[in-house]
């Protein structure tokens, strides 16, 4: 097999050229590996090679699924047994991990050949992904450009045709955010759905989920029948659906009552590219026989995106505080911005925390009345087209005076300032849309319908019900075949 049609093929179908016996596991690992000596040089995509590993695997009988199918994983929260997962922080760069995430072991149980871990910002914290432990990694569609974050290093990979299918995760957007910024299809799943284990019962309290980057629909869809159900130590039994994932995405949606809006949630300003890429979903919906018009959630948003943030802060307090007591390193091993959060978090009370989460499901009870009118949400996924590297950076202001309060231990101070509101807005003016369904659990996806006039991709989100999956993918495969994107690929790369 040549390499070109090796990219021509999702991870659907090169399992079924194994499966056939036309082609064999290690061929298609040195076509992946090929090409990834070829093009990450210039992307920085995948930051732990596990080369030797794979190429073991791939002589051994495989079998599942995905059996023989090159494959790559984040090298955050989908632990390797044996490896580190760096986390993209430099403090975790050389403590291997114990045991497999349950993720990896249903990957593995899948017949997938995994021979990398790719890049992401330190501990999944920002839309970008430009960590200062590995580099930044680039946007194939234009390497001036990132690729989104946190699960960037993955949708790099996949847009570069190193793997069809990579895997990533989602606590604020990780897997939609890159997947709008490198063309390619995000699925993030409903909160309880995919087991988080064992290192954790639940992430950012089910707020961050698995799943995966792709290419094609249906390997979103096969890859969640092999990540979907009940981990025995876990603590959900999730819902599953009358039929399998792989199964509903081939199914005709139906007439769909959609609701689009485009405004920042937060009132912060929206390019309009990011408009004319809803507009132009809207027109595409309707031409499909859906019904859309424009609708407010009645979601008090700008509350929401002060009460994730409120978890995401006191989430990177443990988490630092949990890496300096597991190995001993001091402060300057973790970034600026990773410990202006984290001290921040640490100077919030448990009473404001504990109110902050509760509001969770007020929340969440207001999006289940939007969607007892309409079916699907529609948003841009990014309120700008993808950002040049190092564009989305600390500004300056805010880097000196993190450095004055971190100094004179002033972060409660600023969390009783509307300092943290300046925050949210500088971290999130770019990606406001996607906290929603985070905070709420609901499944939300991005899609590849549109490319900005300088040829950058830029998705559009739809958030679902609780447990409404199967209707996103069922639409994705619908909007996938009115304007085909899976074989439009950078020039470049």
């Not at 021979?115 to 234009?142: C, L, Q, S, V, Y």
């Not at 507009?279 to 595409?284: G, I, K, Q």
Request: a negative charge; aromatic letters at 6%.
């Amino acid at each position: 097999m040549e390499y070109e049609e090796y990219r021509g093929h999702d991870a659907v179908g090169l399992a079924g050229l194994v499966a056939s016996g036309e082609v064999k596991p290690a061929e298609l690992l040195e076509l992946a590996i090929g090409r990834a000596e070829q093009v990450n040089p210039d992307l920085n995509a995948i930051v732990r090679p596990m080369h030797d590993l794979a190429r073991e695997r791939a002589k051994t009988p495989l079998s599942g699924p995905f059996a023989g199918v090159p494959f790559l994983i984040k090298d955050l929260a989908q632990d390797y047994a044996g490896l580190p997962t760096g986390s993209g922080s430099r403090a975790l760069a050389d403590i291997p991990m114990p045991e497999h995430a349950e993720v990896v072991r249903r990957w593995l149980d899948a017949g997938l050949v995994v021979f990398g871990k790719t890049n992401t910002p330190e501990f999944g914290a920002k839309g970008i992904t430009e960590p200062d432990a590995n580099g930044p990694t680039r946007n194939p569609w234009n390497t001036a450009h990132t690729p989104g974050g946190s699960s960037g290093g993955s949708a790099s990979a996949v847009a570069a045709g190193i793997v069809p299918v990579a895997g990533g995760n989602d606590g604020g957007g990780s897997i939609r955010i890159p997947a709008a910024c490198c063309g390619l299809f995000g699925l993030k799943p409903s909160r309880g759905l995919v087991p988080s284990g064992p290192a954790y019962a639940e992430m950012l309290h089910g707020a961050a989920v698995n799943g995966v980057l792709s290419r094609s629909v249906r390997d979103s869809a096969a890859m969640l029948d092999v990540l979907a159900g009940h981990d025995p130590a876990g603590p959900y039994v999730p819902g599953l659906p009358d039929a399998p994932y792989a199964e509903l995405a081939k199914r005709a949606p139906g007439t769909l009552r959609i609701g689009f809006a485009t405004a920042s949630p937060i009132g912060t300003d929206v390019s309009p590219e990011a408009v004319a890429a809803v507009e132009d979903a809207a027109e595409l919906l309707r031409s499909l026989g859906h019904e859309v018009e424009e609708a407010a959630t009645g979601v008090d948003e700008r509350q929401l995106a002060r009460d994730f943030l409120t978890m995401w802060f006191a989430s990177m307090a443990a988490e630092v505080d949990h890496v300096r007591q597991a190995t001993g390193c001091g402060e300057d091993k973790f970034e600026l911005d990773t410990r202006i959060m984290a001290a921040v978090g640490r100077a919030t009370s448990a009473r404001t925390y504990v109110a902050s989460h509760n509001r969770w499901n007020e929340h969440s009870h207001r999006l289940a009345r939007f969607h007892e009118r309409y079916d699907l949400l529609l948003t841009p996924t990014l309120a700008h087209p993808p950002a040049r590297v190092g564009q989305l950076a600390t500004p300056a202001w805010m880097e000196q005076a993190s450095r004055v309060l971190l100094a004179v231990r002033g972060a409660g101070l600023l969390a009783k300032t509307d300092l943290v509101d300046r925050i949210a807005d500088e971290n999130l003016r770019w990606t406001p849309y996607t906290q929603l369904a985070n905070i709420t659990g609901r499944p939300a996806m991005s899609v590849p319908t549109y490319w900005t006039k300088s040829g950058l991709p830029l998705g559009v989100q739809f958030v679902g019900a609780l447990g409404a999956e199967g209707s996103l993918l069922a639409l994705a495969t619908q909007l996938e075949e009115a304007r085909p994107w899976f074989d439009r690929t950078p020039e470049r790369f």
